[in-house]
């Protein structure tokens, strides 16, 4: 951090990331200097004998020059890579020469690797198999690092590295000639991204909402990275040191600092206990789980669940023969004809769902698909705020992609009449909409769009997006969604908000790093496949501003610089505000903990209490944070909760599920 430049450019690659890579080539080398040596000092004086053998010998000799040669310089590479920190360069200021040697170094090295091939499979030559062999070894593996080394040249180039250079020799330049630079820059930037984006989701399709995707991803990755210079490696390495810093945190009995909004939702906890449904709770979480299909069905089931889906596969238009469908059944035991309508159908704001009747429980179930595809993916970061349109109700703001996901579902169930025909077959029943993830997101504010229609609708919505829903929205669906959150989940605390939060923090503590970051990293693999000491090394102190680094981070974006007025043309003015309005999980939440955790043999053993939406600000660091996410996962907790969860005997109904109704004055449930 920043970028390397050389020959001209920036390069998204530190000049503190040729360490693992040197290394390795390093590695390669010595053992192929060796084999040869080996094989040269050996078979030398059988050579001259064999039909170009006196041609083999030279061959061998300017490789061991050439091996020799290159392994000292890119010795000499690794140990300037080594010196200073992440953000102090200094040290490693004249790498860019070596590497410009390095790199006149690989014409000789073409040009042998060419005339080894021409020898190698020549068919005249008769030397002994064992040189042969060793020079073909030899051979393949110059190719096959030269072709290593094209494409590492090709994922480190940035199309915008010139661009780069010019804005840092101008950077204190206030000209206009300077300010049209950056603003040409962040265009180019933001053509970059969207580029990438279409390279990377290239199968979701061409039509107008993949492209408005495409588009508007562009723009939120642009804003994020605009104001600062960093390389992938530098994000790892401030993401190992901030896990380090908040296990100290925990170790030492102190909560990690969480990021601090100026408007919260501030929702009164409910009189009940939040064990008083979750039976209903972890009943219903089956249908978000049967809503993935196939893939999680096998997933979670990787020894029978294939023989036990194949029988009921067939020609269908769920777009996997039927599987999908039959996994759905096999999950919720649903009959076909409970199955009121299923749609596998995905595109770019167009999720899968399912409506079924639920007998045993008397309700009608929504059941909305979360992230399994590069179109859903586009949907998640989609994450622009979009007003909804709510009769009687402030102005509700909400996460853009999923609220047209969940306005495509909502058509979709008017257009065609859906709860129409389940409420034909089930007049009294009620509507339960239940979702995970992006499902969870998209439920909810279905929820909400529905709920003048029926108003005693039920959500659950498990493990949802932290950057949903407003405050106003917050507050209007505290009294018929629940979100379900578990541990550490990254999920339900991700939003533009919380991510800038992370930026700062991720900034900071590479500040106040002073280790290499080939140390910094190693550290957090060794971390990730060990766990932590028992004693943590307390996190590091503040650097004084004063401190001389040549080539500082970009500059946080300090509080001034973030309050200060800006100016914003007439089209700019209303996509600003809706920018800075902070988004939340929806509902009232249900934070599950580990009370005991697990062990190898043992499975933790859970505690659920209510939490305020304050709980979930800041991004913690952690192997768990995706782990928990996962919905087998969750589901897994929720039953193993439910289990020990006894009831009184008046609180259930036939089938062992609380209502809802029954539980509002019902003494407290026992926690075996």
């Known amino acids: 951090m920043p970028g390397l430049v050389a020959c001209g450019r920036r390069w998204e690659i530190g000049s503190d990331d040729l360490v693992f890579p040197g290394l390795a080539s390093v590695f390669i080398r010595v053992a192929w200097i060796i084999a040869i040596s080996v094989v040269y000092q050996i078979h030398r004086a059988n050579l001259s004998s064999c039909n170009g053998g006196d041609f083999l010998l030279s061959y061998l000799t300017g490789v061991l020059i050439i091996l020799a040669i290159v392994i000292a310089l890119e ?212 249908f978000a789980v049967a809503s993935y299909g196939w893939p999680l069905y096998i997933y979670s089931n990787p020894l029978c669940g294939l023989c036990k889906l194949c029988p009921e596969c067939s020609s269908s238009d769920d777009n996997c023969c039927d599987c999908n469908t039959a996994a759905l059944k096999n999950v919720t035991q649903l009959r076909d004809v409970d199955i009121i309508y299923c749609s596998f159908h995905n595109k770019v704001y167009e999720i899968p769902f399912f409506v079924a009747v639920d007998h045993s429980q008397l309700a009608v179930v929504i059941s909305v698909r979360g992230s399994l595809s590069l179109k859903d993916a586009l949907t998640d970061m989609t994450a622009e705020c979009s007003a909804m349109e709510i009769d009687g109700t402030d102005e509700i703001m909400a996460h853009k992609g999923i609220l047209q996901a969940a306005k495509f579902i909502k058509n979709k169930l008017e257009n065609e009449h859906i709860l129409e025909r389940a409420f034909r077959e089930a007049p009294d029943y009620k509507v339960v909409i239940v979702g995970h993830s992006l499902g969870a997101g998209a439920a909810a504010l279905l929820s909400i769009l529905l709920h003048t229609t029926w108003p005693g609708l039920t959500c659950y919505a498990y493990s949802p997006p932290g950057g949903l829903l407003s405050v106003e929205g917050c507050i209007y669906s505290k009294d018929f969604i629940t979100s379900t959150v578990l541990g ?57 501003s004063g401190q001389n680094i040549s080539q500082p981070l970009l500059e946080e974006r300090t509080a001034s610089n973030r309050n200060r007025p800006r100016s914003y043309t007439d089209g700019q003015q209303e996509e600003s505000s809706c920018a800075r309005v902070p988004l939340f999980p929806p509902g009232q939440i249900i934070h599950i903990t580990e009370e005991i955790p697990g062990t190898w043999c043992t499975d933790p053993v859970y505690k659920v209490n209510w939490a305020g939406h304050d709980t979930l600000n800041g991004i913690p660091v952690s192997a768990r944070m995706v782990l928990d996410h996962m919905p087998d996962v969750v589901m897994k907790a929720l039953t193993q909760i439910a289990e020990s969860t006894v009831l009184p005997a008046e609180a259930t109904n036939h089938a062992g599920i609380v209502s809802d109704d029954s539980m509002e004055d019902e003494e407290e449930p026992v926690i075996t």
């Not at 930037?189 to 508007?216: H, I, M, P, Y």
Request: aromatic residues 8%; proline residues 7%; contains cysteine.
């Open 488 to 544: 550490k989940d990254v999920i339900p605390r991700l939003s533009l908000q919380s991510l800038e939060d992370l930026k700062e923090k991720l900034q900071r503590v590479l500040r106040n790093n002073t280790h290499p970051k080939y140390q910094i990293l190693l550290g957090g693999c060794w971390y990730a496949a060990c766990g932590f000491p028992d004693r943590i090394p307390a996190p590091s102190e503040d650097i004084e």
């Open 75 to 286: 010795l000499v590479i690794v140990y300037i890579s080594m010196q200073g920190t992440v953000i102090n360069t200094y040290p490693r200021r004249h790498l860019p020469i070596f590497l410009y040697i390095r790199l006149a170094l690989f014409i000789p090295e073409i040009i042998w690797v060419v005339v080894g091939t021409r020898w190698v499979f020549h068919r005249g030559n008769d030397c002994d198999p064992s040189v042969v062999a060793t020079v073909q070894g030899a051979v393949i593996s110059s190719w096959i690092i030269l072709i290593f080394v094209i494409i590492g040249i090709a994922l480190v180039f940035d199309p915008l590295g010139k661009l780069h250079v010019k804005i840092r020799k101008n950077d204190q330049l206030q000209s206009s000639e300077a300010e049209q630079l950056r603003q040409s820059t962040q265009l180019a930037a933001q053509r970059v991204w969207e580029n990438r984006c279409k390279l990377l989701c290239c199968f979701a399709g061409c039509d107008e909402n993949s492209q408005v995707a495409f588009t508007d991803v562009a723009e939120l990755f642009t804003g994020f990275f605009k104001d600062i210079d960093v390389v992938p490696s530098d994000i790892a390495a401030g993401l190992a040191l901030l896990q380090l810093e908040q296990a100290s945190q925990e170790g030492c009995g102190q909560p990690s600092p969480l990021a601090t909004l100026t408007e919260q939702p501030r929702l009164p906890r409910p009189p009940t206990s939040p064990y008083a449904d979750i039976h209903n709770i972890a009943y219903y979480m089956k």
